[in-house]
């Protein structure tokens, strides 16, 4: 029995740091260097301390639950992420780093506090949208 071919994969010419780097490992690397500096963005910090109340459960290590805005249900602070109402959208060049940073670092009527669950839906039905526009 004959194995079959594998077509050629071609390969990715890296051209950023120091030829280590591909355009999407470069634009990839500068997204998440941004998403990291902004969790200490005072909007995001101010959206988390409106959104908790003192935790009064059984835990005496935990001092502070959060409340999802859409669901309304009372979470753990790592079952929760400050989300941003309108997408802040995608970062591939250098074209896009403007619009990027202006709608990620954005003040705090354009951000929720959501649980882990909601967040999940959100992003699922936002990235639905984005593929059904780009298919039209």
Not at 26 to 54: D, V, Y
Not at 99 to 113: D, G, I, K, P
Not at 121 to 129: A, C, S, V
Request: proline share 3%.
């Amino acid at each position: 029995m004959k194995k079959k071919k594998s077509p050629k994969k071609t390969k990715v010419v890296k051209t950023r740091n120091a030829g280590t780097m591909t355009e999407s490992a470069f634009w990839g690397f500068i997204r998440a260097s941004l998403r990291n500096r902004s969790r200490f963005w005072k909007p995001i910090l101010e959206t988390k301390k409106n959104a908790r109340r003192a935790y009064k459960g059984e835990n005496k290590r935990q001092k502070w639950e959060y409340q999802c805005n859409i669901c309304k249900n009372w979470f753990m602070d790592k079952e929760t992420s400050v989300d941003h109402i309108q997408p802040v959208g995608t970062l591939r060049g250098a074209q896009d780093l403007p619009e990027f940073v202006e709608n990620l670092f954005c003040e705090s009527n354009n951000l929720q506090l959501i649980c882990s669950s909601c967040h999940h839906l959100k992003t699922q039905k936002e990235r639905n949208d984005l593929s059904g526009k780009n298919n039209k």
